[in-house]
């Protein structure tokens, strides 16, 4: 069973608008650790954020923002007042707390196309 | 503050040809990871070192390939008789112990003919 989702695979707006990427995960654990990653067109992965499995606090950064709901297993990645250089390709990943390797299991990523 | 480096950028090879694609970590991390990605999809995990002890391999990682981490710096990836399957994006990423961020490296596109 797929652990990460991403349902969106490719989502298009105009700039300026906002956008939300959704990801839902699965897993028994009760400690686990969530990130977003991007990957702009040159293909590195540049870390957006971690957050554990007990806080469930939203978090902002600048234009970003993450809502984190257990209830529905969901960690949603919203950009505000999107800009061109936000295009790229979003991943979502779990890592569980039962794994001691701390592998990171990836969603399948949503590729994000801000039209100028 | 360097990064994660990994060389070749870019890989062209005949099938059934060897490749060894280097990775470089960021130096204070212990930890090093290996993973795949393929065109529309998320990286996969192939295996990972704590410093120089190889302590996961992923089912994928078939016995053409490879890894090793002589010195717990830098690591190599090597395939060896290349299909064209093995195609994609290689992505190296380090980190410090624990459930902490990876860093990645720019990644080696493989290309098998």
């Known amino acids: 069973a797929q652990k990460v989702t991403q349902a969106q695979t490719e989502i298009s707006v105009v700039e300026k608008e906002d956008v939300t990427l959704d990801c839902v995960y ?14 702009p ?29 257990k209830s529905t297993s969901s960690f949603n990645f919203t950009i505000t007042a999107s800009q061109v250089v936000d295009s790229a390709v979003y991943f979502c990943a779990l ?7 701390y592998q990171l299991i990836w969603g399948a990523g949503t590729k994000l196309i801000i039209k100028p | 503050d ?16 060897n490749v060894t694609f280097r990775c470089d970590p960021i130096s204070e991390h212990n930890r090093l990871y290996w993973y795949r990605q393929t065109l529309g999809q998320g990286p996969e995990f192939l295996t990972y070192f ?16 490879s ?43 493989l290309t098998v003919l």
Not at chain 1, 26 to 39: G, N
């Open chain 1, 26 to 39: 699965e897993t028994r654990d009760t400690t686990y650790y969530l990130f977003w990653y991007k990957q």
């Open chain 1, 41 to 69: 067109p040159s293909g590195e992965l540049v870390f957006l954020i971690r957050r554990n499995s007990f806080d469930e606090q939203n978090e902002i950064s600048g234009r970003y923002s993450w809502n984190f709901q």
């Open chain 1, 95 to 101: 890592c569980e707390g039962s794994d001691s390797n």
């Open chain 2, 2 to 17: 360097t990064g994660v480096s990994q060389n070749p950028r870019h890989k062209i090879t005949k099938r059934g040809q």
């Open chain 2, 50 to 65: 704590q410093n120089e002890a190889q302590l996961e391999k992923s089912r994928l990682l078939s016995d053409r390939f």
């Open chain 2, 67 to 109: 890894a090793e981490r002589p010195k717990g710096s830098f690591s190599t990836l090597e395939i060896q008789r290349t299909e064209q399957g093995d195609s994609a994006m290689y992505l190296c990423a380090s980190s410090l112990e624990g459930i902490t961020k990876q860093f990645f490296g720019p990644g080696t596109r």
